[in-house]
DNA sequence: TAAATAGTGTCTTTTAGACATTATCAT
DNA sequence: ATGATAATGTCTAAAAGACACTATTTA
């Protein structure tokens, strides 16, 4: 069957370019927390195809600069954000014949979670991108398969704050333990029970207290300000949490 | 900095030939449970790159035969085991510019749980795949990046094992819950508490009593036969177990 | 002082771990 | 009866839910 005698002889004459092969994009679903809503940020397309319509940061890989899957979805979030360093994690890939009305479609969704600053200092240069409120996508033109890709990451993002110290990465540091507190509850979409939530946290050690208390813009007693422990990303909790609401 | 005036001028004029594209393919890790060990499925490789080497079942997209990515996946598990409705879901990605000789390449990678049945029925007609035990393919020569891919399968499939009862599919049914717990042991890679498995998995109402006792070949008292409830594959426990091992 | 926010005490509930005990079969 | 395998009883431990309570700040 084969016609050739070695590998490298068949390597030599290889030529992808013969066959035809289906398109493959990476996409990324990036997540912040702005005026106490969920937010992602999306791109208003300029070319076609579904010109004008909203699409998640994200496009071809770029095989000469991109050393692998999560290079690219790096590169996309920082042309838009300027991040450069963020959680960034794959959810998964949806591939099928009607995505993209070129033809058979791969992509490869990630998702990202950062901090909000101000929209000047992200998108200076980028006059095509804004946050938009997670709800508010359903009611939004949006590009090719992406709102389901949203939100298939949005429930991602869900299922694994119940179990992990995700929201974290959405907070500014130092924070104190009832901003973390809002972070789960607007990632998770639940109320949760403050001794719980603190008992929760405090005993798994992920975070340490930065500096002292004090600092504090308000009213009431002042709270303690902490960061993430080195580590706290890889940790999971044994039980999930909020199941109750 | 559009040249067309409409979307569908713009497809018209679209040709995906033109560019250059990382490869892509499907791979599955196919598991299944023979003579109490957990094996996956493994191909010769017949043709280069890595002609010789074993690798998984799996390969490019038929776009004109596949739907979507999960029907490649259920076609190339088809074609080696003859299973047609197994349990079949995504792992991930993995995407770099050295996991294929010939170039960039992207392979979305799937796990499946199949209950085993003698080779001769499996594969007819196919003499170039085996089933291997999962602790044997660190010493076998794989071809690409498949023993990373096993691992990472293998991965998923102990974490998820300890919070859901996917190891149901690696079992004729019907089953004891004896056998449910050695499945869950292998799928584990750890040993557990009969009470506490028993507990946690009939308070769980996932499996119903099929007929009644009876039935077994063997001395001492005979088991209670159970089969999958319906919508037992979504039950979620909201503790993981056999943390203690 | 009151209002506001941070933080604790403590009782209940749920579920896993440990392991001893009982049940039912073949021989 | 003995051995083997299935199934249960029951105590302990860990961690979440509920919610009342105390602590520390500003105005």
Chains 1, 2 share one sequence.
Not at 104 to 113: D, F, I, K, N, R
Not at 123 to 140: F, M, N
Not at 216 to 241: K, N, T
């Amino acid at each position: 069957m084969s016609e050739w005698q070695s590998e490298a002889e068949y390597l030599e004459q290889y030529d992808a370019r013969r066959y035809d092969w289906p398109l493959v994009s990476v996409d990324v679903v990036i997540f912040t927390l702005y005026e106490s809503r969920l937010q992602v940020l999306l791109i208003k397309r300029g070319e076609f195809p579904h010109r004008g319509r909203w699409a998640l940061p994200g496009g071809f890989i770029a095989m000469d600069e991109d050393g692998d899957l999560q290079a690219t979805a790096r590169r996309k979030l920082r042309e838009k954000t300027g991040v450069e360093a963020p959680l960034l994690e794959q959810v998964g890939s949806q591939g099928n014949d009607c995505r993209d009305p070129r033809g058979w479609s791969v992509t490869v969704l990630y998702m990202a979670l950062i901090a909000w600053a101000p929209t000047a200092e992200f998108l200076e240069g980028v006059d095509d991108a804004r946050w938009w409120p997670v709800e508010k996508v359903a009611d939004l033109e949006m590009a090719f398969d992406h709102a389901s890709l949203i939100e298939e990451a949005r429930e991602r993002l869900k299922n694994k704050t119940a179990y992990t110290v995700l929201p974290v990465h959405v907070l500014r540091r130092p924070f104190t333990l009832t901003q973390l507190q809002h972070a789960f509850e607007l990632l998770m979409d639940t109320q949760l029970e403050k001794k719980s939530f603190r008992r929760r946290i405090l005993n798994a050690e992920v975070l340490e207290e930065t500096g002292e208390a004090l600092l504090e813009g308000g009213r009431g007693r002042p709270a303690a300000l902490y960061a993430p422990a080195r580590g706290s990303e890889r940790h999971l909790f044994a039980r999930v949490f909020g199941e109750s609401a």
